[in-house]
């Protein structure tokens, strides 16, 4: 944690349950976590593990039966978890603190309203702009998200835009009212990779020039790497691993994180690598036991793993929450020395292939 | 790395200017696509005007009494005849669309500006609030709008304010229940969502994103009402209980032609066939409306 720096967001010990019939579904499960402002930070982790509900219990907007049980969500030192859901200050941090990018550009545009006017509604609202000048706002807007003829498409439908422009709009809308965070909740996820690319690399650029902070959430670590400054890896409701990018992608030290690379091709992998798949499923959110949650699925897991409550990430900068941090660091050096090896006895076989003496027909 | 916003004329939207109405304009033109709907809308066109400039279109006074010229057939001074009182009954008829249209007009109004009302905020609160407010319907609705008024009527007396409160309560329950399914359906989708996500109350997200959404049935459903509203308070006026006697209202015109129906039927068949051809134009147009605003038959009904 940087200390000259204060975190835009900092979450710590947040606790989301949804209250169904047959018991509490920890969806988030204390998670602790900050952001800083300028910052790109990026949730990773399969379906259904929490990072989407994460965010949402931030902005006090879990659906019911959902319910933020516990926890402190201090945004720019402001407790959010102390407002009423709807009251109007936390209506002030949604849209105007905060900026939001949906998952489906698709749907969550008003079919019936133009582009333009919808953006400029969510600036009226926050920053209390006359409709004129909102307009001007969201002109420029789509300017700088990178729609051309802004000024003429702002009065098109959202019909009339493809799903990537589409995309952009949404953008536009996070960005009206200049927040200080934005949440992209697997903002690319239903666009193509060369639209994807292109929006993300937008945004960061956005981002970086304007110094907000950005949370990307996604399960595609492709994109973690390229475009995150930190990671949080979550598991089953729980943050099992932190660190930088380079770290998280070098050097992970969750079995989870290890269990994730590996089974992620690579194309700068030059051997044929067999992508290996995690065994087992996601344990029942459903009265989830104090213990490791990946602790069934963990090729490490010992007798201690099975009898000891869960595991605290350990702190620092580069963190993780398992007790056998180093069977699995271990394992790691193991496979690098291996593939080292391999690399070796490959050039070596090339060079013998290049020298070897042998008539050309 | 380098910077995108090199945006060419791959990534620009493709636009669609068919697959959906951009403004009023084409929806005019899907609905004179077809015959029947062109003459509705001539025929209320010109009902509309009559009903305007009754004062000099009515060859007559519509109250004047002319004994002298009592329950007279069709000729060239009372095209339509004269009732018993001698009055033209095409005069009469002329100014009787006056009311006609208001009270439908004015009934589809009420009906609708009520009945959206605790539509959206049934829909869109639900929990309790729509338990509480679809019960109150299904009373209302139990209750058929003719025995309604007539119950308000006796209860209040007569008189066309008095029918429109009765016709425009008794009509609600429809606009209620169509609008709080829109409501419902409307309500799960993510632009309503993203609106509270953005920070928009739920008061301005009501009003901005779900009842746009939720209007075109709206629409559809007063266009039809407006005829029944017509026909019940021609009902509620032949049973006596519409506009104050001196008053032409088609009901009560019908009403009181009916006694003389084997000797001078113009007297009450005019009347009826001005209700039969008004409601049946509204009704066309609301079907109309309907096919070309619902999406769902688009291409179908052409």
Redesign the interface.
């Known amino acids: 944690m940087t200390a000259a720096t204060k975190p835009v967001l900092a979450v710590r010990d947040l606790r989301t349950y949804f209250r169904t019939r047959t018991g509490d579904v920890k969806a988030v499960d204390g998670v602790s976590y900050h952001v800083n402002p300028g910052e790109i930070v990026a949730f990773v982790g399969e379906s259904g593990c929490g990072k989407s509900v994460t965010q949402y219990s931030t902005l006090q907007l879990v659906p019911p039966p959902g319910e933020v049980v516990g926890g402190e969500v201090l945004f720019e030192g402001l407790n959010l978890l102390d407002l009423k859901p709807y009251s109007p200050q936390m209506r002030a941090v949604r849209g105007g603190g905060i900026g939001v990018v949906f998952q489906e550009p698709m749907t969550s545009l008003n079919p019936v309203m133009t582009v333009g006017k919808q953006i400029a509604e969510s600036i009226r609202v926050h920053l209390k702009l006359s409709r004129a000048d909102a307009m001007s706002r969201s002109i420029d807007l789509l300017t700088r998200v990178g729609i051309p003829d802004a000024a003429q498409r702002a009065r098109a439908y959202p019909h009339e835009f493809s799903g990537g422009m589409r995309q952009r709009v949404m953008i536009a809308m996070a960005l009206a009212c200049d927040p200080r965070l934005i949440i992209a909740d697997e903002a690319t996820t239903a666009l193509d990779v060369t639209t994807e690319a292109q929006l993300l690399e937008m945004i960061r650029d956005v981002v970086r020039e304007t110094e907000t902070a950005l949370i990307l959430v996604t399960h595609n670590l492709g994109i973690v790497a390229r475009y995150a400054d930190r990671v949080y890896v979550m598991y089953a409701g729980d943050i099992v691993e932190s660190g930088t990018t380079s770290e998280i992608f070098e050097n992970p030290k969750h079995p989870y994180t290890l269990g994730l690379l590996s089974a992620m091709p690579r194309i700068d992998d030059p051997h044929e690598r067999q992508l290996e798949p995690i065994p087992g499923v996601p344990p029942n959110l459903l009265d989830k036991p104090d213990r490791c949650p990946f602790m069934p699925r963990c090729p490490f897991a010992t007798a201690t793993c099975e009898t000891s409550p869960k595991p605290l990430l350990e702190g620092g900068e580069h963190s993780a929450a398992c007790y056998e941090v180093d069977r699995s660091q271990s394992l790691l050096r193991a496979q690098r020395e291996l593939r080292e090896q391999r690399a070796e006895l490959a050039a070596r076989s090339v060079v013998n292939d290049l020298t070897a003496p042998g008539g050309m027909p | 790395?380098?910077?995108?916003?090199n945006?060419g004329p791959v990534?620009?939207?493709?636009?669609?200017?068919n697959?959906?109405p951009?403004a009023s304009q084409s929806v005019l033109r899907a609905l004179l696509r077809r015959k029947v709907v062109v003459v509705a809308i001539v025929v209320l066109a010109i009902i509309v005007v009559t009903a305007a400039f009754a004062p000099l279109l009515a060859p007559y006074d519509p109250n004047e009494q002319d004994p002298a010229a009592s329950l007279q057939g069709a000729s060239a001074a009372h095209w339509l005849g004269t009732d018993l009182l001698g009055r033209d009954v095409l005069s009469r008829i002329i100014f009787g669309a006056r009311i006609s249209l208001l009270v439908g007009a004015a009934v589809v109004v009420l009906a609708g500006l009520l009945g959206v009302t605790i539509g959206i905020i049934s829909g869109y609160v639900g929990g309790v609030v729509d338990a509480a407010f679809m019960r109150a319907i299904d009373a209302l609705m139990a209750i058929p709008v003719v025995i309604f008024g007539l119950a308000l009527g006796a209860a209040l007396g007569g008189g066309i304010g008095n029918v429109i409160l009765a016709l425009g309560i008794g009509t609600l329950p429809v606009f209620a229940r169509v609008m709080r399914g829109q409501v419902l359906g409307v309500r799960e989708?993510?632009?309503i969502k993203?609106?509270?996500?953005?920070?928009?109350?739920?008061f301005?997200n009501m009003l901005?994103?779900v009842l746009?959404?939720c209007i075109s049935p709206i629409i559809v459903l007063m266009t039809m009402n407006i005829g029944a509203a017509i026909l019940t308070e021609s009902g509620l006026s032949f049973l006596g209980l519409g506009v104050a006697p001196p008053m032409a209202s088609w009901g009560s015109m019908v009403s009181d032609g009916y006694r003389f129906i084997t000797m001078q039927p113009l007297i009450s068949f005019a009347p009826g066939i001005a209700i039969v051809v008004t409601v049946l134009a509204f009704n066309i147009l609301g079907d109309a409306l309907r096919d070309v605003l619902d999406p769902r038959l688009k291409g179908v009904l052409r």
């Open positions: 790395m380098s910077k995108i916003p945006v990534t620009r939207a493709i636009t669609r200017p697959s959906k951009k989708m993510d632009y993203a609106g509270t996500v953005l920070g928009i109350g739920p301005r901005v994103h746009p959404n």
